[in-house]
T-cell receptor, first 109, second 110 residues
Framework: GQNIDQPTEMTATEGAIVQINCTYQTSGFNGLFWYQQHAGEAPTFLSYNVLDGLEEKGRFSSFLSRSKGYSYLLLKELQMKDSASYLCAVKDSNYQLIWGAGTKLIIKP | NAGVTQTPKFRILKIGQSMTLQCAQDMNHNYMYWYRQDPGMGLKLIYYSVGAGITDKGEVPNGYNVSRSTTEDFPLRLELAAPSQTSVYFC?????????FGPGTRLTVL
């Protein structure tokens, strides 16, 4: 079966750095995605990795290791508005997205 | 550009009733998707379309139907609503590996 695992909830302090991990087992791999979803809202795209390594975009970075079936999302200089759920998703051999349940990130002052 | 729009935002249905969730996009995207999201769960793909006239089942298609007569519109039909269909429904379209989501429809079946 196909499976994506990420922690259910994490807590971090404003101004700090947090790393959200994602491990996956899917039939085929055509890219890994991170989305942000604020409570009661739709997901919005954050990043896309298809090759191993780190992709940096402002305060957010995403890392991929295909051999380990592992990715992480790194958020720096945390702000209160970063309180949200972060969804990891993998595009499988049928080019369909398989989604993790999401990690709820709580930012404390 | 309005992006991806969905109507209605909220709906309460009685068991056995039918309804259509509307979805439209003005970005000329060929690929469109319907997902449902239950509390604490990831998104589950219901149906998808790779272009006008072409639709296919996703992971959880039972109890739903779709059509795609134009590039812009991708309605989702619930024929006989059941309590298990209580969920938040998201429509999305994509291009170049980025999916754009509509605001969602929160459906309750009582």
């Amino acid at each position: 079966g196909q499976n994506i695992d990420q922690p259910t909830e994490m807590t971090a302090t404003e101004g700090a750095i947090v790393q959200i991990n994602c491990t996956y087992q899917t039939s085929g791999f055509n890219g890994l995605f991170w989305y942000q979803q604020h409570a009661g809202e739709a997901p919005t795209f954050l990043s896309y990795n298809v090759l191993d390594g780190l992709e940096e975009k402002g305060r957010f970075s995403s890392f991929l290791s295909r051999s380990k079936g592992y990715s992480y999302l790194l958020l720096k200089e945390l702000q209160m508005k970063d309180s949200a759920s972060y969804l990891c998703a993998v595009k499988d051999s049928n080019y369909q997205l398989i989604w993790g349940a999401g990690t709820k990130l709580i930012i404390k002052p | 550009n309005a992006g991806v729009t969905q109507t209605p935002k909220f709906r309460i249905l009685k068991i056995g009733q039918s309804m259509t969730l509307q979805c439209a996009q003005d970005m000329n995207h060929n690929y469109m998707y319907w997902y449902r999201q239950d509390p604490g769960m990831g998104l589950k793909l219901i149906y998808y379309s790779v272009g006008a006239g072409i639709t296919d089942k996703g992971e959880v298609p039972n109890g739903y139907n779709v059509s795609r007569s134009t590039t812009e519109d991708f309605p989702l039909r619930l024929e006989l609503a059941a309590p298990s269909q209580t969920s938040v429904y998201f429509c999305a379209s994509d291009i170049y590996n980025e999916q754009f989501f509509g605001p969602g429809t929160r459906l309750t079946v009582l």
